[in-house]
């Protein structure tokens, strides 16, 4: 792995690419998972937080909150737990950079006091070669109207089984570190079988391209990868029209080919898109 600090792009860089292996499959990746891990918590900050959580549901009802993956640093990727609500009041938060500030002052890192949820997105790529966006709709947290790749967030609950999102912790993940690494590598798949609405057996083994941190959301880190998809752009484009599981969180679909410029929409794009971009570009070598 090699670890980028790219200042070209002021919304989003590259903390680390996987270009002298021309991207990473899941047998090559491994997670330390430890509470060490976790978001520092402070009484009042986390006050902040449940007083934005309740004016955030207020307003907009649809959304609920989850626990996620938090990603820490990257050698072997050191990850623990942290949860959407979390994310809103610190990432998301108006004193973000605050946030940061007395991160590095108390504690030498900028990003202790925030949630650093882990994210996923995939450069999704059809049989004849094109590159799948989304515009994304009205009724998503973040980039309302702007085009993205499919994406989300590997699931902890899906690891933990019977389990509430209340009582999922690090305890009930010790010992399954092949399985979260297997979950964020399979959870990109899912998101693309939910959000283009294409079946699974289409895809092919996800390809980790890199991390990418969005500095709109404070230095929110996603895992960006390439996904071969067997049909033809026509052929998704008629399965999203038919509608997914999650068919409200975008209005469109296009393609791009997959050597061309994305410099007339690169103002279009959000900046999870444009990181996936970047990486995809580096490692594949266009």
């Known amino acids: 792995m090699e670890f980028v600090n790219s200042r070209k792009e002021h919304e ?10 021309r991207g ?6 491994q997670v330390e998972l430890s509470a060490r891990f976790n978001r520092h918590s402070i009484s009042h900050i986390d006050q902040q937080i449940e007083t934005q959580w309740s004016q955030r549901i207020a307003e907009e009802p649809w959304i609920f909150n989850g626990a996620k993956f938090r990603l820490h640093s990257l050698q072997s990727e050191r990850i623990s737990l942290t949860c959407y609500k979390d994310y809103l009041g610190t990432n998301w938060s108006r ?11 108390e504690f030498g890192d900028p990003q202790v006091l925030l949630a650093q949820p882990l994210g996923v997105g995939a450069v999704m790529t059809t049989a004849d070669h094109q590159v799948v966006l989304l515009r ?18 590997p699931e902890p609950k899906t690891l933990c089984e ?9 305890d009930l993940l010790r010992g399954k570190e092949k399985a979260v690494v297997a979950e964020i590598f399979m959870s990109v798949c899912a998101e693309i ?13 996800p390809v980790l391209l890199g991390i990418a941190l969005n500095h709109t959301s404070a230095g929110r880190p996603s895992a960006e990868f390439c996904v071969r998809c067997s049909l033809t752009a026509k052929e998704v484009q008629e ?11 975008s209005t469109d679909i296009m393609f791009l080919t997959e050597k061309v410029s994305t410099a007339p929409l690169w103002s279009e794009l ?3 898109a444009k990181g996936a971009v970047m990486l995809y570009r580096k490692v594949m070598d266009f």
């Not at 989003?12 to 292996?21: D, E, G, I």
């Not at 990473?24 to 990746?29: F, I, K, P």
């Not at 004193?95 to 002052?105: E, W």
């Not at 399965?239 to 969180?249: L, Q, T, V």
């Open 270 to 272: 959000c900046p999870s």
């Open 162 to 170: 019977g389990a509430s999102e209340a009582c999922i912790s690090i």
């Open 136 to 153: 994304r709709s009205q009724r998503v947290a973040e980039a309302t109207g702007l085009l993205d790749i499919p994406g989300g967030h």
């Open 239 to 249: 399965f999203y029209w038919r509608g997914g599981p999650e068919a409200h969180e």
């Open 12 to 21: 989003v860089s590259v903390m680390l690419h996987c270009a002298p292996w």
């Open 24 to 29: 990473l499959r899941e047998q090559h990746v």
């Open 193 to 205: 079988r939910d959000e283009v609405n294409v079946p699974l057996s289409s895809l092919g083994e």
């Open 95 to 105: 004193d973000a950079k605050v946030l940061q500030r007395r991160g590095q002052d």
